[in-house]
């Protein structure tokens, strides 16, 4: 069992930054993968930003640019530092965590791009 928790959302004018954190606790040893997912109202999750245990990262098109995730293993944290914020990024955000056939949930922060 792993337990996730997400820090770090907020209001933010367009054009803004925000970082968001995610700590890791539990049976982090057995980690491989983590990831950014979020969920804007009337929408599905959409994944964001992906890290492999080796450190290899991917991300969607709308962010690519803007969003940098990275992980800390000392400390058992993930990381997606957010520039220029856009109203549509907007969302719900929620960290994940695979371990082999499962993966775990933090309850999600949100994020508001508004002027």
């Known amino acids: 069992q792993v337990q996730m928790v997400e820090s770090g959302g907020g209001l933010v004018q367009p054009g803004g930054s925000l970082r968001l954190s995610c700590a890791a606790s539990?049976?982090?040893?057995?980690?491989?993968?983590m990831a950014w997912y979020r969920q804007a109202p009337g929408k599905q999750r959409e994944s964001v930003a992906y890290i492999s245990s080796g450190g290899g990262t991917s991300y969607r098109d709308s962010v690519k640019g803007r969003f940098t995730i990275s992980r800390d293993n000392a400390k058992n944290m993930l990381y997606l530092q957010m520039n220029s914020l856009k109203p549509e990024d907007t969302a719900v955000y929620y960290c994940?965590?695979?371990?082999?056939?499962?993966?775990?949930w933090g309850q999600g922060t949100q994020v508001t791009v508004s002027s």
């Open positions: 994940t965590a695979f371990l082999g056939k499962a993966n775990y």
């Open positions: 539990g049976s982090v040893f057995s980690i491989s993968a």
